[in-house]
């Protein structure tokens, strides 16, 4: 009786969460004996050693990480949460270099060979973060306090207002010209403001970035996020960050704005590009 069609065994690969020091190796131990860790419950969380650097992994499935599923967002957060939340572990015990959700090697081979081939970069950044961490600041602004505010102290927008025409159809052209104005001189200030705040920041931080602004359906807040930064802040610098933060608050809470300081997180936004690591 001859025997049927072989089947393919299921295609495994590695997923990196983060490289990190030896130190983090008990925190990788600890890891793998709680089944709930890991970007799933049935992948088990497992260290890689490789000249002084560690890769926290696990097995995985690549068919689980298609296309659909990737964009699929109950799939994807609670997994993403679940990566984050390994780095975090490990960041307790050893700097972290944190890499993006999703990212996958064919082999451990293939990791190792990319480790040795970037190790100086790698190491230099690990001890680079060490005792170091990610903070946000994030700037909201209730846009139409801070649009009345610029129209009161912009003498040519008074002047514009107090010139307007009794007749309705004119006056309702000139108050459509005088509402662009406004919106002119509030992205003006704005662009000022987010200079000038990510300047006074920077000089207090190890380290900063710009980071994108978010739309009130992402931040879930009825106000406007004009600003957003990323800082690299270590335990001596954090104080002062504190305190420059504090002033800059004073400072722009007269135009409505709100200041947010969030972290401390492991440092994404800090760490040499390991986009080209898939392999």
């Known amino acids: 009786m001859s025997a049927g069609p072989a089947v393919d065994a299921p295609l495994t690969g590695i997923y990196l969460y983060c490289l990190a020091r030896l130190d ?25 050693p490789n000249s002084g650097v560690v890769a926290v992994i696990s097995e ?3 068919s689980e990480f298609s296309e659909a599923n990737l964009q699929d967002l109950s799939w994807l ?5 679940r990566h ?26 293939s990791l190792k060979q990319f480790m040795q081939q970037h190790h100086d ?10 005792d170091k961490a990610e903070w946000s600041v994030k700037g ?3 846009e139409e306090e801070a649009r009345k505010i610029i129209a009161a102290e912009d003498p040519e927008i008074q002047a514009r207002r107090d010139a307007m025409s009794q007749s309705p ?8 010209q005088l509402e662009n104005k406004i919106d002119t001189a509030l992205e003006g200030a704005l662009t000022r403001v987010n200079h ?32 957003n930064g990323g800082f690299l802040l270590g335990a001596e610098t954090i104080a002062g960050f504190r305190a420059a933060l504090a002033e800059q608050q004073e400072a722009y809470q007269v135009i409505g704005l709100t200041l947010e300081l969030r972290g401390p997180w492991p440092p994404y936004n800090f760490c040499p590009d390991l986009s080209s690591a898939k392999s």
């Open 121 to 130: 970069a790698i190491d230099q950044a690990l001890e680079r973060l060490r």
């Open 196 to 227: 000038d705040l990510h300047q006074a920041l920077a000089l207090k931080a190890e380290d900063s970035s710009a980071l994108r602004l978010h739309a009130s359906s992402v931040t879930g807040r009825a106000e406007r996020m004009v600003f």
């Open 140 to 142: 909201y602004l209730l």
């Open 169 to 176: 159809g004119v006056r309702y052209l000139q108050q459509k």
């Open 84 to 109: 984050e939340a390994v780095v975090a572990r490990i960041m307790e015990a050893s700097p972290v270099l944190p890499v993006k959700f999703g990212t996958l090697y064919k082999s451990q081979a």
């Open 77 to 81: 957060g609670e997994r993403a949460m």
């Open 24 to 48: 983090g190796l008990a925190a990788v131990k600890e890891l793998a004996e709680d089944k709930r860790c890991g970007v799933d419950t049935h992948y088990c969380v497992a260290a890689l």
């Open 60 to 62: 995985v499935l690549l």
